[in-house]
Nanobody, 119 residues
Framework: QVQLVESGGGLVQPGGSLKLSCAGS????????MTWYRQAPGKERELVAS????????NYADSVKGRFTISRDDAKNTVSLQMNSLKPEDTAVYYC????????????WGQGIQVTVSS
């Protein structure tokens, strides 16, 4: 019943933009800290951006700070990641994560979506 479904990925040229979306269902979305992770070939999974359950605080990896923006719409059970000024090193599979109150006691993952930045 619980689902996190990512959408909006694809191929984009360096300097371009993409917006990822993640739709949740089967749980009380508003109670969860939402985070975008990514995993590039040959690298460990890393945190990209997160937003608190209240939406009042965000944090970003240094590598994306100033270029990416995370937001949430609890009325629609969605979290988005606006990615601007994309670089080839942003190429990765991006995963949506829901963490109840940010405690890791109850945690859900999306299936992942490919983002490729290439000319």
């Amino acid at each position: 019943q619980v689902q996190l479904v990512e959408s909006g990925g694809g191929l984009v040229q360096p300097g371009g933009s993409l917006k990822l979306s993640c739709a949740g269902s089967g749980f009380t979305f508003s109670r969860y800290v939402m985070t975008w992770y990514r995993q590039a070939p040959g690298k460990e999974r890393e945190l990209v951006a997160s937003i608190t359950d209240t939406g009042g605080k965000t944090n970003y990896a240094d590598s994306v700070k100033g270029r990416f923006t995370i937001s949430r719409d609890d009325a629609k059970n969605t979290v988005s990641l606006q990615m601007n000024s994309l670089k080839p090193e942003d190429t990765a599979v991006y995963y949506c994560n829901a963490d109840l109150l940010g405690t890791a006691v109850i945690e859900y993952w999306g299936q992942g979506i490919q983002v490729t930045v290439s000319s």
